[in-house]
């Protein structure tokens, strides 16, 4: 699976009644801005590399924690990050991210099951650590 | 390279996570790379000398066994001559079973070294495959780290770009919540419309107004019983 053909099949999928918005980010590695229809404000970013396909969305950065309950978040994130489904919790640089990986053999269903079920879990999560927000 | 999960670890708790700060430079990735690539090409040799030798160990042991054969014959052989008083035979026949036990002996000593040498390479191998493994693992975990690096940034670029997409988890927030707004506005506006083409809103218009149409139904069949029954009088 790469990201052009999943650009291509993605642009005229539906998944349970989701379509998806797919554009390019520009620069040197191929990564998709994927937009679900239903969850527009939590775009997924996905790249495909050697051993996995990698799916993230934005949470928030640090600076937009009150640094006070900084403690208290991550230990929700990890007490939450088991249960959710298809989604783990993680950081890269500043953002927080809720991210999945799947095989680079998985399905298209498996990637839309994956890219609907993320950005519906980051809007969730955004609204339970609103109140961490500072 | 060894323990590249670590490194990185300390590397991004000390901030160290930004590009052009890469923990391990792709300098030492291409050496790790092709240290992969010699250490699975000597592993190669190192089976195909393993096999080798056990192929050459199959064949002392066929040896030893024709030997160890060959000595009992020849016993049997002796013990026969030496029945029939014919000890010079018997002798003749000792000296080829000396002689054979100790080929016998020289092909039993061939096979318990090349044995040590089987055992050795085995064990070397066994290493070689379970380091290589953890080689192509940490590979793997500095490969994928970059790529992480390298596109977070990429997308982190697009964004600025992109000043629409550019926002706070605030702004995301009220944005989804405008979303779902307009979501439930349409959804009643659609329960509206439903009723306007129903007639069931004029229904409850009648209704709030004292005017009820299944209650007068009701009294008009009363009126209507009741002229029917003065009507039979």
Known sequence: MDTQSLTLSLSEAVYAGRQFDVMPVAGEEPVLQITVSGATETPVYLTVTETQILCLVYLFDEKEIQAARLPELHESMLRISVPMPLSALGKVGEHYVVYGALSPTSSESDIMQELVTLADNAIDLLETFEDVLA | ?233
Do not use: C, P, W
Not at chain 2, 97 to 120: F, G, K, N, P
């Open chain 2, 1 to 233: 390279m060894r323990s590249v999960m670590k490194k990185i670890m300390t590397a991004m708790r000390g901030g160290v996570n930004e590009l052009g700060e890469a923990v391990v430079d792709n300098q030492s990735t291409r050496i790790f790379e092709q240290e992969i690539r010699d250490a699975d090409n000597e592993l190669r040799n190192a089976r195909r000398e393993l096999a080798g030798l056990m192929a050459e160990a199959a064949s002392l042991a066929r040896q030893i066994g024709n030997a160890e054969a060959e000595i009992s014959r020849r016993e049997n052989d002796a013990q026969k001559a030496l029945a029939a008083g014919q000890e010079d035979l018997a002798r003749e026949v000792a000296e080829r079973i000396v002689e054979t036990e100790r080929q016998h002996v020289d092909l039993s000593h061939a096979r318990q070294r090349l044995q040590v040498r089987i055992e050795q390479l085995k064990a070397r191998v066994q290493q070689a495959e379970k380091q290589l493994a953890e080689y192509k693992r940490e590979l793997q975990v500095v490969k994928t780290n970059e790529r992480v690096l390298r596109t977070t940034a990429q997308i982190d670029t697009s964004m600025n770009s992109n000043r629409s997409s550019l926002s706070g988890a605030k702004e995301t927030l009220e944005r989804i919540r405008e979303r779902q707004q307009r979501e439930e506005d349409r959804q009643n506006a659609h329960v509206q419309l439903d009723k306007e083409l129903s007639g069931a809103d004029l229904d409850e218009k009648l209704k709030a107004a004292g005017i009820d149409g299944s209650k007068q139904a009701v009294d008009d069949v009363l009126a209507r019983l009741k002229g029917a029954g003065s009507g039979s009088n």
